[in-house]
């Protein structure tokens, strides 16, 4: 079952503008992870940010989490054409109950308009 | 440069028939992971590996089948018994359940 549901399912804007991303999961998680994916490739991981941090940065990428609502955002600022692409949460099944392996939502497509 | 590669890049597959996918891993990662990703859905589990010669099913294990001889190798084959096969296939690995992944490029399963 999905775990993680991506809104909204797809989002276009304008070079430079800044892009959000949100993630809802139903059950408790050790952590949770964005992934990008372009077009007919495999998947790239972005950041992983644990259950006990709230905000997380990487260049361009803010990540943030709210166990108690069960949600996380993925920013992106700045962003470039480059920045076209799925993006996915994902969380661990084995905090879920579920074995290994990572559970994944239906993804946001984004695409910047040049 | 290291990394996971998945051949080949296309598949087709006649009816009846069983199809292997490949995937080999030069990280040194002890876990592996199959996924099915059908058109604008998320990944699906199908079988995953944490050792050599171990295996377990996924969430779609049905139809499909592993095997874990080599740390470095993971590879799927896909069964007769599979009646919806079309999808892209991705293979991961990681260097334990909770770090991140890394996958493929993947492969594109189609019937003929």
């Known amino acids: 079952s999905q775990q993680g549901e991506e809104d909204p399912q797809a989002l276009s804007i304008q070079e430079g503008e800044n892009a959000t991303m949100n993630c809802s999961y139903k059950t408790s998680i050790n952590n949770l992870q964005w992934y990008r994916q372009n077009s007919g490739r495999g998947l790239v991981h972005l950041i992983l940010?644990?259950?006990?941090?709230r905000e997380k940065h990487s260049g361009r990428l803010r990540v943030t989490l709210d166990t108690s609502k069960k949600s996380s955002s993925l920013l992106i600022t700045a962003s470039r054409a480059a920045d076209t692409a799925s993006y996915f949460c994902?969380?661990?099944?084995?905090?879920?109950?579920?074995?290994?392996?990572?559970?994944f939502g239906k993804g946001t497509h984004l695409i910047i308009q040049p | 440069d290291g990394g996971i590669t998945q051949s080949p890049k296309y598949l087709f597959r006649k009816e009846g028939q069983n199809v292997t996918l490949s995937c080999e891993q030069n990280?040194?990662?002890?876990?592996m992971y199959w996924y099915r990703q059908d058109p604008g859905q998320g990944l699906r589990l199908i079988y995953y590996?944490?050792?050599?010669?171990?295996?377990q099913k996924g969430d779609i294990a049905e139809g499909y089948s592993v095997s874990r001889e080599k740390k470095e190798s993971f590879p799927l084959t896909v069964t007769s018994a599979q009646k919806n096969p079309t999808a892209f296939y991705l293979c991961?690995?990681?260097?334990?359940?909770?770090?991140?992944?890394?996958f493929g490029d993947g492969t594109r399963l189609s019937i003929l």
């Open positions: 990280l040194n990662h002890d876990a």
């Open positions: 940010i644990r259950s006990n941090e």
């Open positions: 994902a969380t661990d099944r084995r905090s879920g109950g579920g074995a290994d392996g990572l559970t």
């Open positions: 991961a690995s990681s260097a334990r359940s909770d770090q991140p992944q890394h």
């Open positions: 590996s944490q050792i050599v010669n171990d295996f």
